[in-house]
């Protein structure tokens, strides 16, 4: 059941940010500092890169003199994990500015962040807290959403976070929230395969209920990385290749969403550069194999 | 308090406070309980912090090895949540905590070290600057060079330290054994900066310091050159000052020289 289509319909004075859905990017790789060296010094197969904006929200120095090169050669995607977006705190608009004279500087395609918190009162946790999925919720994320795309100019694209626990007072699905989200503030959606595969497992729920409770049309974005299964429950660590499940989830996705900008997520153990463009190589075959000529 | 505010502040309390209270908002997974599922978040946010703190001082966590330095990283973790949205900044207060905190303010070379590693860090990521080069400083006729001010790069920053660490950073960045921590009568001058895109630092001779320092609040060349001769001979005080400066403009430490 739709529980989200039964919340009262807050949608009539929310002007969503009507935006032309970004073009599709090819099969990326989230850039990381061990493989500058390499990227530059070379051509690697890789159609686009993804920063995490953080680490170049700096004043100066080698991150932005060697992301100006890159950006020479490469399309570029600004992804944070700071925005917070679901917090109930006041905006940090030192944050915003910070983020928004980035982008000024990059022109990435563009700009993503987490539906997520990361802290309240002042103190900053540095994770993807979940929040519960209520009408207060919503109501909350999308005015916040539509405030940071005021700022910042621009739509903005939310990705969908690995948790481990559920609220009891949820009130739809996370699937449910995201639409809505999607639909009444205009942000996009970068739809995390690995992380719909760990959420799913976590909370027991079938991860295509998930993929297919999402609008084919918002996605616009997907990340694809590993985890570290416990038994009990799956942590989303991105230390690891995608495993044989995610990849399964994938061409999944690829029938349902067609052809969607892709990139493989490493954010520990970063293996040499090789081994990430195989992986970015099969997000290629894949796409191809299940689209055919429209993956190109 | 909206119901959200309310649970998002039990959310965090039970994170950095260890409180329960938000378990009774959380049911079991098919599979687990919801403490060890709560427990991930637990875990991870130290984690993550003292991982943090690890990259930033490497050295430090070289000198105190794994458990020493993990268990400095969640004492300073439980003492100063990080209040920044981007974690680059979260182990800047790492040397103040060091030196005013037992027992860590026992061993000042601990607080050395992380000051020492902080001031690097700044330096690699901090403003850039257009270097001055020798030919712009003899562009000015000799007659008014006693009138130059210089201004420092963005990125160069004094160090008063009280211990041997560079000598031991020095060792410890060489993979080598670092000699003993030993407390010095004088202090040890340091100045940190990025030469393109190296941060760099050096040891400073008391006089050259004081010049440095006087320097880099606007002092001008003629009157640093009296000051130096207050210090050593007077009669070699501009040379030395000459000699000083030329050091610092082929070390790419100045950007600004106006008269």
């Not at chain 1, 230390?239 to 061409?251: F, G």
């Not at chain 2, 070379?109 to 700044?122: I, M, T």
């Not at chain 2, 009296?226 to 050091?247: I, N, Q, V």
Request: hydrophobic share 40%; net charge negative; proline share 6%.
């Amino acid at each position: 059941m739709n529980v989200a289509s039964r919340l009262a319909d807050t949608s009539r004075n929310e002007t969503p940010r009507q935006s032309a859905k970004p073009a599709f990017l090819g099969f990326g790789l989230g850039l990381r500092h061990q493989h500058y060296d390499e990227i530059l010094s070379g051509s690697p197969p890789i159609d686009w890169f993804e920063i995490i904006s953080e680490n170049y929200m700096v004043p100066g120095g080698q991150p932005l003199q060697t992301l100006e090169k890159i950006r020479a050669r490469y399309p570029l995607v600004m992804h944070g994990v700071s925005l917070s977006i679901a917090s109930t705190a006041p905006p940090n608009f030192e944050y915003l500015q910070g983020l928004k004279d980035l982008a000024h500087r990059v022109e990435p395609k563009w700009v993503s962040d987490h539906l997520c918190w990361t802290g309240v009162h002042g103190k900053n946790l540095h994770d993807l807290l979940p929040i519960p999925y209520t009408a207060e919720a919503l109501d909350h994320v999308v005015s916040r959403v539509q405030l940071v795309q005021d700022f910042l100019g621009r739509a903005i694209v939310l990705e969908n976070v690995s948790t481990y626990v559920r609220f009891k007072n949820s009130e739809m699905t996370e699937w449910e929230f995201l639409t809505e989200l999607s639909r009444r503030s205009g942000c996009w959606l970068l739809f995390d395969v690995n992380n719909v595969y760990v959420s799913a497992f976590n909370h027991g729920y079938d991860p295509l209920t998930f993929l297919n409770g999402i609008p084919s049309d918002r996605v616009v974005q997907f990340h694809m990385a590993g985890h570290s299964h416990m038994g009990t429950h799956i942590i989303d660590t991105h230390d690891h290749p995608v495993c044989e499940d995610v990849w399964d989830l994938y061409a999944a996705a690829l029938q349902r969403f067609g052809r969607v900008s892709t990139m493989i997520e490493r954010d520990d153990n970063i293996p040499p550069l090789d081994e990430l463009i195989v992986e970015v190589n099969r997000t290629r075959a894949m796409a191809e194999q299940v689209l055919g000529v429209a993956a190109r | 308090m909206s119901d959200l505010a309310r649970q998002q502040a039990d959310f965090q309390r039970g994170i950095l406070a260890g409180d329960d209270a938000v378990l009774a908002e959380i049911p079991d997974s098919p599979k687990e309980k919801r403490e060890t599922l709560f427990g991930v978040y637990r875990y991870a946010y130290g984690s993550r912090l003292v991982e943090a703190l690890r990259n930033d001082h490497e050295l430090l966590h070289a000198y105190l090895g794994d458990e020493m330095f993990d268990e400095m990283g969640h004492a300073y973790v439980k003492a100063r949540p990080s209040e920044h949205p981007n974690l680059r900044w979260f182990s800047q207060g790492l040397p103040e905590f060091l030196r005013a905190n037992a027992p860590y303010s026992g061993y000042p070379v601990l607080g050395d070290l992380a000051a020492l590693e902080k001031a690097l860090n700044d330096a690699f990521d901090g403003t850039d600057g257009t270097v001055v080069t020798l030919p712009d400083v003899a562009a000015f006729a000799p007659e008014i060079w006693k009138d130059l001010v210089f201004a420092p790069h963005p990125t160069a920053a004094r160090l008063d330290l009280s211990t041997n660490a560079p000598a031991i950073w020095r060792a410890l960045k060489a993979d080598e054994t670092p000699p003993d921590a030993e407390e010095q009568v004088e202090p040890v001058r340091i100045l940190v900066w990025r030469q393109e895109n190296t941060p760099m630092f050096r040891e400073l001779p008391a006089e050259e310091a004081m010049m440095w320092d006087e320097a880099a609040r606007g002092v001008p060349f003629g009157v640093l050159c009296s000051m130096l001769a207050t210090y050593d001979d007077p009669d070699t005080a501009a040379g030395r000052g000459a000699s000083y400066l030329h050091g610092w403009i082929t070390g790419g430490l100045l950007t600004g020289v106006a008269a």
